[in-house]
């Protein structure tokens, strides 16, 4: 059976806001029920390990999107007990997967245990997946080979600069994620339309814009897994 690990993050605060942030719910619902329907074993991670904060705003979509809705109704315990990150062997997993939200901004960017375990993921040829602000979970990873940052040279993608402005939230996240992925010397691509679905692959490394790209992405991850 394949394994996959979710590694979500642990961080709820929104800046100096005085609102919460945490996980976007549909980021998590729609790759997860996408690996569960083909039978794919998957294990949830955090860097404090245990409850996961889900942004309350992604909470809204049960009432549109039957995904958050069938995950909340059948499937929320396992963001409520995810383990800790220094408890992770990656060896046992095919594949590593951050979904976003806000969170991954703050805690999984600086996060020295995820920026180990993503780069263990990717030096021993195992993929990296990342949707949308999860992105930012793979900043700390080193490419063994050459020293460097993981994604230096690489295509990624992530929310873009311009999606950040449209939810207002510009002057509020610690960096903008676009500009952060070029300046750790990431070849950014985006689609020219905010929100739209848009995947980038290269070679082992697996990225989605944005929250609409969490099922393609996932169904490219899995083509992939298959083909090996």
């Known amino acids: 059976m394949k394994k ?3 590694v979500v993050t642990s961080h709820e605060d929104l800046g100096n806001t005085g609102r919460k942030t945490g ?5 998590f619902a729609e790759p997860y029920f996408t690996f569960k329907n083909r039978g794919i074993e998957i294990t949830v991670a955090s860097p404090k390990g245990g409850k996961v904060p889900i942004d309350t705003s992604s909470l809204e979509e049960s009432h549109s999107n039957p995904f958050v809705k069938i995950f909340l109704e059948d499937d929320m315990d396992i963001l409520e007990n995810t383990v800790k990150l220094d408890k992770i062997d990656f060896h046992q997993y095919d594949v590593i997967f951050y979904p976003g939200g806000h969170g991954p901004m703050w805690d999984l960017a600086e996060d020295k245990q995820n920026g ?37 040279g690489r295509s990624i993608t992530g929310f873009s600069n311009s999606e950040e402005v449209a939810v207002g939230l510009q002057d509020v996240v610690p960096f903008l994620l676009e500009s952060k992925i070029e300046e750790v010397g990431g070849v950014y691509f985006k689609t020219e339309d905010n929100f739209k679905p848009y995947v980038v692959i290269d070679g082992s490394i697996f990225t989605g814009q944005n929250p609409a790209s969490g099922i393609p992405l996932a169904e490219k991850i899995i083509e992939e897994l298959y083909s090996k």
Do not use: M
């Open 23 to 27: 996980l976007w719910l549909s980021e």
């Open 116 to 152: 180990k375990l993503v780069s263990d993921f990717f030096n021993n040829g195992k993929i990296v997946g990342a949707v949308c602000h999860g992105t930012a979970a793979l900043l700390k990873g080193i490419n063994h080979r050459t020293g460097e940052p993981l994604i230096k």
């Open 4 to 6: 996959i690990l979710f």
